[in-house]
């Protein structure tokens, strides 16, 4: 991912700190930042306690959630462009395990937001330096703003995550290496999936596309592949 503390090359970092240790075999984040992320009250001046302080259980979702955001090196098949000051790629729809989303709303419903899509331009003013409600918005228990705990997986970071079942490919946000043979980020098997589903599209498309404009050069196509891709 292109962001403003994104490492070009995923590679080992031993020194990841605390929710973000899972990604310390390959990570795309450094110790300093991962250390940032458990320990400043803001982050891209956004701040989770715009409604009082979150709840420690609560809390722990969202660093987890962001460690993923800095420190994954499996979002490539997920990633668009955007134009943000601290980044030019996002990951949208990534499909987050069910009992993951289960977890994370059990532990954060009872806690207090304003607005129901943390991401969207224009949701809360930040006219002061970070992140403060907007006036007609008042406080209210998650369970209050979102109407399920889908509803809210999928809706506060506008779309990044799409809940699925358990059953089906889906990641983690937290995990532990050592469960796994060689370290494995469990995570790795449903990008690598992804990314095969990606490239059997791209296949088909671009012999769709000779077999019926046949004059057409493959980049030409490819063109066309590209264009499909952005509707």
């Known amino acids: 991912m292109l962001g403003k503390l994104h490492k070009q090359k995923p590679g080992p970092e031993g020194d990841l700190y605390n929710e973000c240790t899972p990604w310390k075999y390959k990570s795309c984040c450094m110790g300093n930042t991962t250390n940032g992320i458990h320990k400043n009250q803001t982050w891209y001046k956004f701040d989770w306690n715009h409604c009082g302080n979150l709840s420690q259980k609560c809390k722990k979702h969202f660093v987890q959630d962001l460690c993923i955001y800095e420190c994954s090196p ?131 498309n671009v012999n769709q596309c000779a077999q019926y404009e046949p004059l057409l050069s493959l980049v030409a196509c490819l063109v066309l592949l590209a264009i499909s891709f952005s509707d």
Request: charged share 25%; with cysteine.
């Open 74 to 204: 499996n979002l490539g098949p997920w990633l668009v462009q955007v134009s943000r000051s601290w980044r030019s790629e996002r990951f949208v729809s990534v499909p987050l395990c069910q009992s993951e989303c289960t977890a994370w709303w059990n532990d954060c419903k009872d806690d207090m937001t304003c607005v129901d899509n943390w991401s969207a331009k224009g949701n809360f003013n930040f006219s002061t330096g970070k992140n403060k409600c907007p006036d007609h918005k008042p406080c209210k228990k998650f369970s209050q703003v979102y109407s399920s705990h889908v509803d809210f997986c999928q809706k506060i970071w506008d779309g990044s995550w799409r809940v699925v079942a358990d059953s089906e490919p889906c990641f983690h946000i937290t995990f532990n290496p050592e469960n796994y043979p060689n370290n494995a980020n469990p995570n790795d098997k449903v990008a690598r999936q992804r990314a095969l589903e990606l490239v059997k599209l791209s296949t088909s």
